[in-house]
């Protein structure tokens, strides 16, 4: 179970969110998920949810992550944002450079080679 308030807030409050921004009512998301309405009602209550299949159910129907489910955070963006900066100068860098992978067959206009490797 979430063990701080603050979370259990958050996660009532991003599943309300998630429902008023996709438009669907309980019922649509019980259906769509085969949660109990009773589960749903008291999560948006405030209840602690256990972190189960279920929260993994509504993450996957609403298309965000279960961290974002949970917490409201966004933590992917950030790697992505990186991702895409790294892309702009050919390369990718994994793992703090360990590996990396040439990508200038995918992006539009090939990149000049990198000789620093």
Known sequence: MLSETKSVDTFAKTLKK???????SAAVVCS?????KSSLSEWLAGR??????SIVKLARF???SVEYLIT???PEENIVRGLLEDLDEGFVSIHKGVYRINVEKYTKSP???RSDE
Do not use: W
């Open 48 to 53: 602690q949810p256990k972190l189960d299949e």
């Open 62 to 64: 609403f298309g965000v």
């Open 18 to 24: 998630l429902m008023q921004a996709r438009g669907v």
């Open 72 to 74: 409201g955070l966004h």
């Open 111 to 113: 990149k000049k080679e």
């Open 32 to 36: 769509a998920t085969s949660i109990p």
